[in-house]
Antibody
């Protein structure tokens, strides 16, 4: 079955960098894009961006441009999300999500189907 | 990209219907038929209920339905059940391969 298993909880200091990993299994990795979503405590969902796993192309939300990098390791079926210059308001649960078959030209990850378990990131001095 | 606007809360008694709106602009909701809806119970990851405005994935009960008119999408939960008490989010394509979530609506079953 499809699984997305994320790396464990992190505690970071302001200004530090973060890497959250998402190990996938149960489906052909390069066929489906991976989207990252975060949720601050008591707040709503925020779309961070997505990566096309077959060619590594990325699209990021304006709010994260310049601070986030998403990469795909096709040898291990793992997607990484790096976030730099952490602030206290980056404290959130971060989710990776499998969407649509973005290997097909023109297909976009508009349906978020399979979610990782979430990674709690706490940014505090 | 500004979040799509949803009412903070909605409620209904068991068996009743509740409708949640999701208002965007003619650059997102109004421009594309890529609106989806998600249900999130406390402490859990969201689950997709509706995609492409009004399509239900297999396994989602038919009492969840949705539509769109101009810049506003709507989700209706008919025959409310206790387990429908959750947070609901809309999600829309916003052009140039970007997407945006709604602000979220907490549904309470009275």
């Amino acid at each position: 079955q499809v699984q997305l298993v994320q790396s464990g909880a992190e505690v970071k200091k302001p200004g530090a960098s973060l890497r959250v990993s998402c190990k996938t299994s149960g489906y052909p990795f390069s066929v489906y894009g991976i989207t990252w979503v975060r949720q601050a405590p008591g707040e709503g969902l925020a779309w961070m961006g997505w990566i096309s796993t077959h060619d590594g192309k990325t699209t990021y939300a304006e709010n994260f441009q310049g601070r986030v990098t998403m990469t795909a390791d096709t040898s291990t079926g793992t997607v990484h999300m790096d976030l730099r210059s952490l602030r206290s308001d980056d404290t959130a649960i971060y989710y990776c999500v499998r969407g649509e078959m973005t290997v097909i030209p023109g297909v976009l990850p508009h349906k978020l189907v399979d979610w990782g378990q979430g990674t709690l990131v706490t940014v505090s001095s | 990209q500004s979040a799509l606007t949803q009412p903070p809360s909605a409620s209904g008694s068991p068996g009743q219907s509740v409708t949640i709106s999701c208002t965007g602009t003619n650059n997102d909701v109004g421009a594309y038929n890529y609106v989806s809806w998600y249900q999130q119970h406390p402490g859990k990851a969201p689950k997709v209920l509706i995609f492409e405005v009004n399509k239900r994935p297999s396994g989602v009960p038919a009492r969840f339905s949705a539509s769109k008119s101009d810049n506003t999408a709507s989700l209706t939960v008919s025959g409310l059940q206790a387990e429908d008490e959750a947070d609901y989010y809309c999600f829309s394509y916003a052009g140039t391969k970007t997407f945006v979530f709604g602000t979220g609506t907490k549904v309470t079953v009275l």
